[in-house]
Every structure is written in structure tokens, then in C-alpha cells.
């Protein structure tokens, strides 16, 4: 019964490839901008259904989705938010990879006294071995990552004590970790 999904998923799929062929061209595609979108969009909600109706019957996902109860709403609310902080996020960046640069230049100074440190390109290197920290290695999403981990974990343990959650909450923002979460 389910497997008569997998041709319908399939097919939908492959009509999403030059959907998306036209939405990231240079040149005027054969649609308007919106339509393509519309289309796109509509297409790959069907096909993200299909997958689940290939997967189990319809009556399952229901009853899923109702054992979840609001779950699923706090996710998606959530995933919404990250998406919208992103850009936020990404303007952090440069700042962020400037400090892993620094925190990873003192922290091996001492121990590789031939490192040569450009600071306009962050570049570390030794006559032998050379990298960049660039500003997508900066740390910063392992730092949010470690945040928004420890702020699940007090909600689940209950964790409401004010000095826990400051001692728990600061403790990943450390020279350790960025240097940890570097590319360097």
C-alpha cells in the first residue's frame, strides 16, 4: 500500500530540479520570480508528504503528531526564530573570528616560538604549516550551540537556581572553548 508512494515521491522530486535550476540563474527564467517560488515551494511540500505516506498510512502521522501535543509548535517556533537570527548572527562573525584568531595566537606563541601571526588575514603559520581563520570558523555557532544545549538541559532538569544557571551558562564563553571550536 505504501510503496505505491515511493514513484509519486520520486516524481516530485525530480520536478523540483529545474524549478530550482531556474530560481538560481543569472538569466531571466521562463517564469516570474514568485511563480517559481510558489511552485517550488507547493512541489516540495508534496513531496515531503509523499515521503511521509511512503513511510507509514496517514492515520499514524496523526496520531503522532497528537502524542507530540504542542512540541512540535515550540519547534517550529524555535527553528522560525534561528532562522531569522541568522543574519545576526553572521554579522557577529568577523568579531568572533578576530577573537578565535588572537585567543589561538597567544595560546600557541609560547609553545611554537617561529609562529608568524597576519592579523588583516588572520593567517597562523610556522615555515612548515599555515592556516587561516576564517570568519565562518569562528566559534560562534558552537558557542550558541553550547548555549542553547545547557538552557534545554536546565528546562528538562529543572535546574532554577540562580548561581547554577550563571556558572553553567558563562562556562562554555571561555578561551578554551573558542580556541576548541576554531578551524586553527
Known amino acids: 500500500m505504501r510503496v505505491r508512494w515511493i514513484p509519486v515521491h520520486a516524481g516530485l522530486v525530480l520536478s523540483l530540479i529545474p524549478l530550482t535550476y531556474w530560481l538560481y540563474r543569472d538569466e531571466v527564467p ?78 600557541l606563541l609560547p609553545v611554537i616560538p617561529s609562529l608568524n601571526a597576519d592579523a588583516t588575514s588572520r593567517v597562523l603559520s610556522t615555515p612548515n604549516f599555515g592556516v587561516e581563520v576564517s570568519e565562518i570558523c569562528s566559534g560562534l555557532e558552537g558557542v550558541g550551540l553550547m548555549l542553547a544545549f545547557s538552557a534545554r538541559g536546565f528546562y528538562i532538569s529543572g535546574a532554577n537556581t540562580f548561581f547554577r544557571v550563571l556558572c553553567y551558562s558563562f562556562r562554555p564563553v571561555s578561551p578554551g572553548f573558542f580556541f576548541s571550536m576554531s578551524c586553527a
Do not use: K
Open 30 to 107: 521562463w517564469l516570474p520570480l514568485a511563480t517559481n517560488v510558489i511552485l517550488w515551494m507547493a512541489i516540495a511540500i508534496a513531496a515531503g508528504l509523499s515521503a511521509l505516506l511512503a513511510m507509514a498510512p496517514w492515520r499514524l502521522w496523526r496520531q503522532a503528531a497528537a502524542a507530540l501535543g504542542n512540541t512540535w509548535l515550540y519547534a517550529a517556533i524555535t527553528a522560525l526564530l534561528s532562522a531569522g537570527a541568522m543574519q545576526l548572527s553572521q554579522r557577529l562573525w568577523s568579531y568572533t573570528a578576530n577573537l578565535t584568531f588572537d585567543l589561538v595566537r597567544r595560546v
